[in-house]
């Protein structure tokens, strides 16, 4: 049963469960007033509980399931939330707003151009990039926030994303980060500076923000220092040292892609070299562990194999065929770095110092 805080009364003026009137008001208004949906004008119940929030309710399955979901008492919450987030910012917001041109009905519409979803449930890539394409043809900005029942640690860590989270991502001035928010302490979270390891696995940096001191458009993350940089090193070389493991197990190392590919290079596949397995911004263009695509772009320069050619090949598997160029200019990018420096005796200061270096002018290319 579909859960909404708008309803239309009998004289067509909307009427809105934002917390104007507490449940004794609202019991008195309910007695003399009826309500229908704005969307398919089906009549109304307005629930009035002790403990979920007031909230409006078809009396029967409506067409109104066909287009919306059925929210939980932290959706109805949340969109409260946001809701008076943007009035205090002197924004105009509309909750609710229904798009007869594409059958979508929108968490809340901000100043007539950003259409915010605040989502608490999954939901299929495939849906939720169909709806923030009907937002666009509307010229409307899609905005994707990710619901949390509870607050995140605050930290640099192993992250482990659903592909429908990894399709909230959203950007500004080059730099792309999830928005997540956490209506009982109303603030504001964000999973950014993502670096791609394997299938769901990430490392980021998780850092939040009170509603109170949050802007809008929102604030953008900032770029890693050096030390949380070095915490990301060590949590990806340990990763690497897992994968590594993993590999060379495997039952046919024969054909085992990392065991060839090592052989290929004349390396130690038990201790490659740092140069190998580095965090890459952007690496999730190519869905292979990092160690894999960097061994085979050294491969392919020994053999004289453009990157181009490789991944017109196949041999690198692209996430989407859209990513080629992409891939492309990040693997040329990375094996500029490796020839750079193959040559160098590397500490582990001098290596934190090549790799950072690096991250820094990845960003910088990312924001122009």
Known sequence: ???????KTKQQELFYLTGKYDREELRKIRLHEQFFC??????LLMKIGEINIPHFAHKTLSACDKFSEPESSLHLQGKLHLYHFFHQLNFKVELEKYFSMTRQRVDLLVDGHYALEFQCSAIPVLQ???RSNGYRQLNMKPIWLKGL?????????????KSYEIAMRQSQGG?????LFYPPGNRFYYHSNLFYISSNRWIGKTKSIQATKQV???AVPKQLSKEEFNKVLGIFRHSKRRFIR?????????KNTFCRLCYELRLDAANVPDLFGIPWLRAECLKQHPIIWQLQAVVAWEKGISIGALIASGRMTLADPSLADEAEAMVTDYLQLYLSAKEKTLTDSSFLDIVYDNYCKTVRKLRK
Request: hydrophobic fraction near 45%; include cysteine; glycine fraction near 2%.
């Open 1 to 7: 049963m579909i859960s909404i805080i708008v309803a």
């Open 38 to 43: 704005p969307t398919c004008h089906a009549p």
């Open 128 to 130: 939720l990039n169909e």
């Open 149 to 161: 029942k509870e607050p995140c640690l605050e930290e640099i860590g192993l992250l482990h994303l």
């Open 175 to 179: 730099v792309s980060f999830i928005l």
């Open 216 to 218: 809008f458009p929102f």
């Open 246 to 254: 993993n590999q060379l197990y495997t039952e046919n190392r024969v």
